[in-house]
């Protein structure tokens, strides 16, 4: 089970743009699907983007219609690092952003970290 570290959150205005990122630790990274998840304030948490391992499954990536266009997930698997490039940043992606390893039925959660876009 990996152990997930995020950072790279702040603030931002509307348009600036952020890039998160998920450090983790532990064996067999490659293996792992990550998702990044956020959750604002009085919402639930919500899927933003993931991808998929390269090894067990195709190294694809998916969205949610609100951040696609505008956010771009990639890993680093020499370095065991999930990121999330955000640009054109809106006043509601303001919210707690997690990374989320998944492993057949193994997962684990980051702390999270904030982010805050606000004029």
């Known amino acids: 089970q990996l152990q997930l570290v995020e950072s790279g959150g702040g603030f931002a205005q509307p348009v600036w743009s952020l890039r998160l990122s998920c450090a983790a630790s532990?064996?067999?990274?490659?293996?792992?699907?990550i998702g990044w998840f956020r959750q604002a304030p009085g919402k639930e948490r919500e899927g933003v983007s993931c991808?998929?391992?390269?090894?067990?499954?195709?190294?694809?990536?998916q969205s949610a219609d609100s951040v696609k266009g505008r956010f771009t997930i990639s890993r680093d698997n020499n370095n065991n690092t999930v990121y999330l490039q955000m640009n054109s940043l809106k006043l509601e992606d303001t919210g707690v952003y997690y990374c989320?390893?998944?492993?057949?039925?193994?997962?684990?959660w980051g702390q999270g970290t904030q982010v805050t876009v606000s004029s």
């Open positions: 991808i998929n391992s390269e090894i067990n499954m195709d190294g694809s990536t």
């Open positions: 989320n390893a998944v492993r057949g039925s193994r997962g684990s």
């Open positions: 532990g064996s067999e990274f490659n293996y792992y699907a």
